[in-house]
């Protein structure tokens, strides 16, 4: 839910917008006149899912200026790009400049790197990060510029780049899907709604067969989203890691789904992670802005969540104990959360609780990092605004994951596609 800090003022977003509408299809980057297509003209290709490249500027067969699509309906925000390049030479070396990020301020700077992967290596890596430069440059108007070199090996291969690690709607639909395979009778997957395009936003209940039968007194509930902000593809893996562990035969897992019962929304804007936005929805809305007074027309998968969660709340034999909202950090490393502030003592003293165990006992989480505000250009978010209309025993949080690494000491661990999917988990281990 971080504020985002941009770099360049409206002349230059309203030149954008008309610029850059929609993502190159199999762009070839030539010198300007020639006809002949020949190997290490570059094809660049960001017309899939997930994908984000709105321009290729040639500056010789060594140089190309790429220019970040900006959000659909929002040209504040360009930071998520994600392309494929094929038709390349064996041994070419060419430095890529992404010439129009929004954002001052970012962990390029601090030694994060783009992923590539290609035909032959499916897995992603990390450029390595003394090829890798982010500064702000006064050939593009001032903007901040993210250069990096790399070397293609095998010309019959198609490399793709992108910010960090992609975790798309079909791969979250496949994920579902094959948990739906299993028949666990301690799973159900249902429909909250559709998103403007018709995407599903799915609700998960992860808990033992006779909560979900119950008549006792009183059900414990944990109600937990991500992926509001659709460009923070580390919130996936972490939710995905929750699953995981929450659908497994551990007895720790075990135990939680015989004392609670979890509510949970994976993605909360399928259509943003689909059409390859950072921030923002199809119709160029910051979602975590519009909890207060969702519209079911604009904001339809916030309003079914928020309705979803006042139902929960005012039912009297529901202790919605949490709600925990996952994002992903662009600036900061490790995990930390956001929480509220209250006036009665002890209910801010409770809400310290669990981000301070959560640092007793997982490792990539920082508790020096936590922080408990009200600022007023929040109040909009999730956590802000369910904290005040939800009743006073509902804990709400951000829980924020970094994009990159995590520190222990001195030391310095960088997170890769697989320790994406399990971070912050070590507090569900015995």
Not at 28 to 53: H, P, R, W, Y
Not at 152 to 174: I, V
Not at 317 to 334: E, G, Q, R, W
Not at 354 to 378: C, G, I, M, R
């Amino acid at each position: 839910e971080c504020c985002e800090t941009m770099a360049t003022g409206p002349s230059l977003e309203q030149s954008l917008e008309e610029e850059l509408v929609g993502n190159v299809y199999n762009y070839t980057s030539q010198v300007s006149g020639s006809t002949l297509l020949k190997k290490g003209n570059l094809i660049f290709d960001a017309s899939f899912e997930c994908g984000n490249l709105g321009k290729v500027d040639y500056i010789s067969d060594y140089e190309y200026d790429l220019f970040i699509r900006p959000d659909t309906y929002n040209p504040r925000y360009r930071v998520w790009f994600n392309f494929t390049v094929h038709n390349v030479r064996e041994e070419q070396r060419v430095i890529f400049n992404i010439v129009n990020f929004s954002k001052t301020k970012s962990l390029y700077r601090d030694g994060m790197s783009p992923v590539v992967k290609s035909t032959s290596r499916p897995q992603w890596e990390r450029i390595p990060s003394k090829n890798v430069f982010y500064y702000k440059c006064p050939n593009h108007q001032k903007s901040y510029v993210l250069s990096f070199a790399f070397a293609f090996d095998r010309e019959e291969d198609t490399y793709q780049f992108s910010y960090c690690y992609p975790y798309s709607y079909s791969r979250l639909q496949h994920y579902l899907a094959e948990q739906d395979k299993r028949g666990l009778d301690f799973y159900k997957r249902e429909l909250l709604c559709h998103s403007m395009q018709q995407r599903r936003v799915d609700v998960l209940t992860i808990t033992s067969p006779h909560n979900m039968e119950s008549t006792a007194a009183t059900l414990r509930v944990v109600f937990i989203t991500a992926r509001v902000h659709p460009g923070e593809s580390p919130a996936s893996f972490v939710c995905q890691g929750l699953l995981d562990f929450l659908l497994s035969q551990h007895s720790t897992a075990e135990t939680l789904r015989d004392n609670i019962i979890f509510k949970i929304v994976p993605m909360l804007n399928p259509d943003g992670v689909y059409l390859g936005n950072y921030r923002c929805s199809l119709m160029g809305f910051d979602l975590n802005r519009h909890w207060q007074e969702p519209s079911p027309w604009a904001h339809p998968t916030v309003h079914a969540t928020k309705q979803l969660l006042v139902e929960l709340d005012r039912n009297p034999k529901v202790d919605l104990d949490f709600y925990i909202d996952i994002h992903a950090h662009s600036t900061l490393t490790n995990g930390f959360m956001y929480g509220n502030v209250y006036e009665e003592e002890d209910r801010f003293e409770k809400q310290a609780i669990f981000p301070k165990l959560l640092a007793q006992y997982a490792e990539d989480f920082s508790w020096n990092q936590t922080s408990f505000n009200k600022d007023a250009v929040k109040a909009g978010t999730g956590r802000r605004s369910l904290g005040g209309c939800l009743q006073p025993k509902t804990l709400c949080y951000t829980l924020e994951v970094s994009f990159f690494s995590y520190t222990i000491g001195s030391s310095h661990s960088p997170y890769s596609e697989d320790s994406c999917i399990h971070p912050l988990l070590s507090l569900l281990r015995p």
